[in-house]
């Protein structure tokens, strides 16, 4: 079981904007460790959304952003579009795993 | 170009070994640290592993230390999952993965197209 929940689906209508949470603890995101997020399309590997909590990589669209704050993260979608149809899963350390990583519980995004 | 090349699927029987690799390519192998990455049929991310194929400084998920043994060979830049004795619940696809230079900070942002791996009596 992950030490890092995310709400189990969300949904909104094209051009809507949605926020998927991964709340952590002291432990992980709380302890300073940074969240990086990433998509998962049906049937592929996934892809690196957002990393170190805000930023994003070359090639992702700017309607993808990422916050942090005390022992949450969120990424939030604005101008929601059918291809964002999706996995989406949140990723950090934690010291009670030896400073291993651990990845959220993940959220399906419907559009709808 | 960055790429990570996966070995090929594999059907295997409860307690046979197992070696898959993951290839990489374009970059200072040395440089990044390399992982794995499990996901079971119809189920979420799991974080495995990492190494460093510079001085095989090699970190496990609790989850996995014992049950997989990962490692690098930086003269085929290559990296490897390994299992002495594999079980039914093994069952998944895996997948590699490539950090930034810095393992904490820049998550994991090239990925390899992932090997399913079927244990079945």
């Known amino acids: 079981q992950s030490i890092l929940t995310q709400p189990p689906s969300v949904s909104g209508a094209p051009g809507q904007r949605v926020t998927i949470s991964c709340t952590g603890s002291?432990?992980?995101?709380?302890?300073?460790?940074?969240v990086h997020w990433y998509q998962q399309l049906p049937g592929t590997a996934p892809k690196l959304l957002i990393y170190?909590?805000?930023n994003r990589p070359s090639g992702v669209p700017d309607r993808f952003s990422g916050s942090k704050s005390g022992t949450s993260a969120s990424l939030t979608i604005t101008g929601l579009q059918a291809e964002d149809e999706a996995d989406y899963y949140c990723?950090?350390?934690?010291?009670?795993?030896?400073?291993?990583?651990?990845f959220g519980t993940g959220t399906k995004v419907t559009v709808l | 170009e960055v790429q990570l090349v996966q070995s090929g699927a594999e059907v295997k029987k409860p307690g046979d070994s197992l070696k898959i690799s993951c290839k990489g390519s374009?970059?200072?192998?040395?440089?990044?640290?390399i992982g794995w990455v499990r996901q079971m049929p119809g189920k979420g991310l799991e974080w495995m592993g990492i190494?460093?194929?510079?001085?095989?400084?090699?970190r496990y998920s609790p989850s996995f230390q014992g049950r997989v043994t990962i490692s690098a060979d930086k003269s085929v830049t290559t990296a490897y999952l390994q299992w002495s004795s594999l079980k039914a619940s093994d069952t998944a696809m895996y997948f590699c993965a490539r950090l930034g230079i810095e393992p904490t900070g820049t998550g994991f942002s090239f990925w390899g197209q992932g090997t399913l791996v079927t244990v079945s009596s």
């Open positions: 190494t460093y194929p510079y001085d095989f400084d090699t």
């Open positions: 374009g970059y200072r192998f040395t440089t990044y640290w």
């Open positions: 990723q950090s350390y934690d010291t009670s795993l030896s400073s291993s990583g651990v």
């Open positions: 170190g909590s805000i």
């Open positions: 002291s432990s992980n995101i709380g302890a300073g460790y940074d």
